[in-house]
């Protein structure tokens, strides 16, 4: 087993990771920039290392401090969380030629998932249905080709996306030109890379992703689906498991096709399937997200895995008990509690939290590195806690998730806190019968 860990992030991911190393044993050793000096999760690692100054492309963007960072402390592996650098092909091989195992899938598989449009060619491969688009990524003149061949509304999306960015809806014709330009440039700046493709919007849509674990003796393990259609700006608010939308056969269906999709591309380690499910029930792919991700404890919470330390161990070597389905039983739900103002939308709010106290109490679970006093910096994601729950049925999870978020005590900058209690308690919410146009077709008081 690796006797030492550099986790190579902050906020509530690294205290995760760091909590699952110490509970295998394993010594972490954190990095961090100035501003997160006073942070939590250099207090819980056992050496912290710093490596720069605020702006994350000083810090926790670069490959080569970081990995001086693990083999200067003698280091066996790396965990990348959740965004930075986790689904950089080129940190991966920097780990490996620094003989660092990088705790995730490989190198090669990273880089061909992390090209979208190229992804949707390995499903197509595979057999796993797709949304309809472009084969490949588009031009101009091929967008405009391929919206004609679709029908509006269409979206164009940025090959090298993620977290929402690059990406713009085109519901006519004369809007084509401006919104492709749009795109280009908010992915170059996000991603370095403006290169397009097109899909077809799908209308009503629901996003449900499959999660799976994969070892190196030839098991895959699907752990079911998360529901994560509540979203504002084409970003999760609210997840939950199982799914209303589905039933036994298509949760099959959808977990079959993950698992035929994990063999076909040699995946391994902690993966998701995204995909959307249409009007008529049928799903589509929509992407892969080659890493953790920040909802992994609803499945948890539904599956009783530990998805970090099977990570860990799956990474060191260790075979699953099993592949094909893991058990689970009741529901789960997650609230993400981020410091943004939804009264404009949805815009980050940082600044220093005056009060912060958590729920306790049957079910509940609170992931967070921030305390009364913390202050917000601006420079980061605006995430500051995950509150998950759990109950036996959908209806005593969501009385659950309402009323530990009306214990739920922050002041000082505004948080998503009071929609998400809003939206729980919708009709629309309770009935299970929502779409990825929640917020934009439903009237809440949060928003008034
Ligand atoms: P999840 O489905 O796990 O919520 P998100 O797409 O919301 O995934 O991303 C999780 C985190 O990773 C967010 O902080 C997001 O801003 C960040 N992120 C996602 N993709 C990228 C990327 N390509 N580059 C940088 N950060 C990213
Ligand atoms: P990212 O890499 O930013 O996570 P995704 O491709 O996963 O991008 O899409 C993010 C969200 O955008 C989805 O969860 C969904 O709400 C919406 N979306 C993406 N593609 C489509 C589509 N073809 N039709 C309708 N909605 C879509
Ligand atoms: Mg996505």
């Known amino acids: 087993m690796f006797q030492r860990v550099l986790v190579a992030n902050r906020g509530e991911i690294a205290v995760r990771v760091i909590r699952a190393l110490h509970e295998l044993g394993i010594e972490a050793v954190a990095v961090y920039s100035t501003a997160d000096e006073d942070a939590l999760h250099v207090r819980l690692a056992d050496r912290a290392v710093r490596i720069g100054p ?6 926790y963007l670069k490959i080569p401090t970081i990995v001086a960072a693990a083999t200067t402390t003698g280091c066996d592996a790396v965990h990348p969380g959740y965004g930075f650098l986790s689904e950089n092909d080129e940190f991966v091989r920097a780990c490996e030629d620094n003989d660092l195992v990088f705790i995730g899938p490989p190198a090669d598989v990273m880089a061909k998932m992390g090209d979208k449009a190229q992804a949707k060619a390995e499903m197509r491969a595979a057999g796993v249905p797709l949304v309809p688009g472009t084969e490949g990524t588009a031009t101009l ?13 269409v979206l164009l999306k940025a090959a090298a996306g993620g977290g929402g960015r690059g990406m713009r809806l085109v519901t006519e014709a004369s809007d084509l030109d ?32 499959i999660q799976v674990m994969c070892d190196s003796h030839g098991n895959v393990l699907t752990c079911g689906e998360r529901e994560c259609s509540i979203q504002r700006r084409h970003q999760k608010l609210i997840e939950e498991s199982p799914s209303p939308a589905l039933d036994a056969e298509q949760r099959e269906a959808m977990e079959e096709a993950a ?46 895995m530990d998805l970090v330390r099977t990570q860990i161990r799956v990474a060191d070597g260790a075979a699953l008990e099993h592949g094909g389905r ?4 009741g529901h789960a739900i997650e609230i993400r509690i981020n410091a943004e103002d939804p009264l404009h939308d949805f815009r980050p709010s940082p600044g220093r939290l005056a009060r912060f106290r958590p729920p306790l ?6 992931d967070t590195f921030v305390e009364e006093g913390s202050t917000i910096p601006p420079y980061y994601d605006s995430l500051i806690a995950k509150l998950i729950v759990r109950d036996n049925n959908r209806h005593l999870a969501i009385e659950r998730a309402r009323r530990a978020l009306s214990e739920f005590e922050i002041e ?30 439903v009237e809440l008081a949060a928003l008034a």
């Open 326 to 329: 893991a058990s689970r039983h």
């Open 54 to 59: 605020p702006p994350a492309n000083e810090s």
């Open 178 to 209: 401006d919104a492709y330009a749009q795109a280009r440039n908010e992915a170059l700046a996000a991603f370095a890379d403006g290169t397009l493709y097109v899909e077809k919007a799908i209308k009503p849509a629901r996003h449900v992703e």
């Open 361 to 366: 109490g049957p079910g509940v679970r609170v």
């Open 259 to 304: 698992e035929r999709a994990c063999r076909h591309i040699g995946y391994r380690n902690a993966g998701t399937f995204e995909f959307l499910v249409g009007p008529d029930g049928a799903f589509s792919f929509i992407e892969v997200n080659c890493r953790l991700q920040v909802e992994h404890p609803v499945t948890e919470l539904c599956t009783s």
């Open 141 to 153: 003149e091929q967008a405009r080709a391929a919206a004609e061949q679709f029908g509006f509304p």
């Open 412 to 441: 000082g900058v505004p948080t998503t806190r009071d929609i998400a209690f809003e939206i729980l308690g919708s009709e629309q919410f309770r009935s299970g019968d929502y779409s990825t146009s929640f917020l934009d077709e």
